[in-house]
């Protein structure tokens, strides 16, 4: 009787398992370390300067309005700034942390309510496990909040739709808002949209088989009124403000170029990512983002042909279908991609795949899981390890500084061997076969990501490069310094680490300040990126421009053909240190 006790237990325990795994795989990676590019500086800079100035209409940095996305984000992280205490960049962390909750709780109440309790738990245990997931939500990006807003606003539809609960439009109505103010009208069209005809197609259908729960049509007609309502109000308490505040350049940089011209490729050229004429370019993020349930994935289209060969082919397969479908369609036709693009759409690729998990049979699977167990063994094992073999790497090709760590023995070893152990024990388990393989694949990328991220935090850290340089330009050179061909991460991390907002001028201005023909700046800042070029070349002025580097640096370690210069024109040599 009490091993009968015993084996039940163990059988029926895997759900606080996987709770537990999940959370650490949340939070892994998230904290005490600092803010990597390409984003991360720029959205750490933004939360910063909102959470000093209190302005939460015109995102900045440095002084420089960042119009290409919606404020939701920022203020959310500013806001938890004034709540915790924190600074920007732990504010920053802790907001994806709370956000990909968020994300995980809602998708397990909408599986829940098409399909029931199991199928909850194994569409939210795969979408937590999706490489695209852990990805988009351990990088300081605003794709958090679209994701979990969207999918929220997908989840109150389906409250309203399939159970008969209008008041949840409400709920929808304010969702859709805050989609629009986490990345524009993309995140309505992209995601809420296409969920959103399905869902009230399967209402009408579930009025006419069950008249007793119909809800009047002045009823549907008042709730559906108010949601609209709810939603231009929230979008309105952006919008408008926006409007009234920015100039109209501004205001056509936000909606024309980056709403309107990035979808139809009238502005790429100078926002960059424009692939246009690739209608296959997302088929490598669909198989990298999903990640390691991919042949379950793409096995959902199996079963789906199977379903319409024996026309068994319910609603919910339709749901899917059509909402996949149209969604890559807009994403390949948009001349704008990444694969960043797809992140809202992991909740639908979970779905997906535990509606194949449902359906699979035999043995097969347990090899497939095996399969990835013995991968993740096999680059952790190799992480462990990294002191015995790191000297067979290009040492000339990799920075002093991740090289150093490479060769030294750390904590988060023992982190990384635990893990190993765990995955063992795991298998072993009598859980379900999903069970096993999301817990193991999250128990890897929690090893990993404690592991390695000091390793990628060494690589990309810029704090320390960008202070010794500028600890060499006394302050009162710096109120006489303008800077010339500064990226996005270069005004960030000035401003964010050294509170410096470096006003940025055009080449005119700057061929004036080298010829000492310009009121208010003597020095010039000029970042290289990636280029070999001399410094007047770069910049364009003309050849025969006199010139003195006094100081240079390399604020990013990792990119040695990167450097940032402190210039100065040959006829104001006099007094310059």
Not at 55 to 70: C, L, Q
Not at 428 to 438: D, E, H, I, V, Y
Not at 512 to 538: C, F, H, Q, T, W
Request: charged share 15%; proline share 5%.
């Amino acid at each position: 009787m009490t091993t009968q006790k015993m084996d039940k237990s163990e059988t029926e325990n895997w759900r606080l398992y996987l709770i537990i795994a999940v959370t650490a795989l949340v939070f892994s990676g998230l904290f005490f370390r600092d803010v990597w590019t390409p984003d991360e500086p720029r959205v750490a800079a933004i939360i910063h300067s909102m959470f000093v100035s209190g302005d939460f209409i015109i995102p900045r940095f440095g002084g420089i309005a960042f119009v290409e996305k919606p404020p939701l984000f920022f203020i959310f992280a500013a806001v938890l700034m004034h709540l915790t205490g924190l600074n920007e960049v732990m504010a920053g962390h802790l907001a994806l942390a709370i956000l990909c909750i968020g994300s995980l709780l809602v998708t397990y109440r909408l599986a829940w309510l098409v399909k029931g309790e199991n199928f909850a738990w194994i569409s939210v245990s795969i979408l937590a496990t999706f490489e695209g997931f852990i990805l988009n939500f351990h990088w300081l990006r605003v794709d958090a909040a679209l994701m979990f807003t969207t999918i929220a606003a997908i989840w109150a539809f389906a409250e309203a739709y399939l159970l008969f609960k209008p008041r949840y439009l409400l709920v929808a109505g304010m969702m859709t808002g805050l989609a629009f103010l986490s990345k524009g009208p993309i995140a309505i069209i992209l995601c809420i949209g296409l969920a959103w005809c399905p869902l009230i197609l399967r209402h009408y259908s579930l009025s006419r088989n069950n008249p007793q729960n119909v809800i009047s049509v002045p009823t549907n007609i008042i709730y559906h009124i108010l949601g609209i309502g709810v939603m231009c109000l929230v979008i309105a308490a952006w919008v408008y403000p926006f409007y009234q505040q920015a100039s109209p350049e501004l205001w056509h940089q936000w909606f024309w170029e980056n709403q309107i011209g990035r979808f139809t490729g009238a502005s790429t050229g100078g926002l960059g990512h424009d692939h246009s004429g690739k209608p296959f370019y997302y088929v490598k993020g669909l198989i990298e983002y999903t990640l390691p349930w991919t042949i379950l994935f793409v096995g959902w289209f199996y079963f789906l042909a199977k379903a319409f060969h024996a026309r068994q082919v319910n609603w919910f397969d339709g749901f899917l279908l059509f909402w996949f479908c149209m969604a890559i369609f807009i994403l390949s036709y948009s001349a704008t991609k990444r694969s960043m693009y797809l992140a809202p759409l992991m909740p639908l690729f979970a779905l997906m795949a535990a509606d194949a998990v449902s359906k699979i049979q035999g043995r097969w699977f347990i090899w497939y899981r095996r399969g990835w167990l013995a991968i993740f063994i096999l680059f952790l094992g190799a992480f462990i390890v990294t002191p015995f073999w790191s000297h067979l790497l290009p040492a000339e090709k990799i920075p002093e500084r991740l090289m150093q760590w490479l060769t030294s023995w750390h904590g988060t070893t023992l982190v990384a061997a635990l893990g190993i152990m765990l995955m063992l024990v795991t298998e072993r388990m009598r859980w379900p076969a999903w069970t096993k393989l999301s817990v193991i694949t999250a128990i890897f990328f929690a090893s990993t990501l404690t592991h390695l991220f000091p390793a990628i935090n060494v690589t990309k850290d810029m704090r320390q490069g960008l202070s010794e340089f500028v600890e060499q330009i006394p302050s009162d050179m710096r109120e006489k310094t303008a800077g010339i061909r500064f990226s996005e991460t270069m005004s960030s991390i000035f401003y964010l680490f050294e509170d410096w907002p470096v006003p940025i001028i055009e080449k005119e201005r700057a061929a004036k300040i080298l010829a000492g023909e310009d009121d208010e700046y003597l020095y010039l800042l000029m970042e290289r990126g990636n280029s070999y070029a001399e410094p007047v070349d770069y910049i364009g002025l003309p050849s025969d421009t006199d010139i003195k580097v006094l100081i240079k640096g390399h604020p990013r370690g990792n990119k040695g053909g990167d450097a940032i210069f402190l210039l100065v024109g040959e006829h104001s040599m006099i007094n310059t240190p």
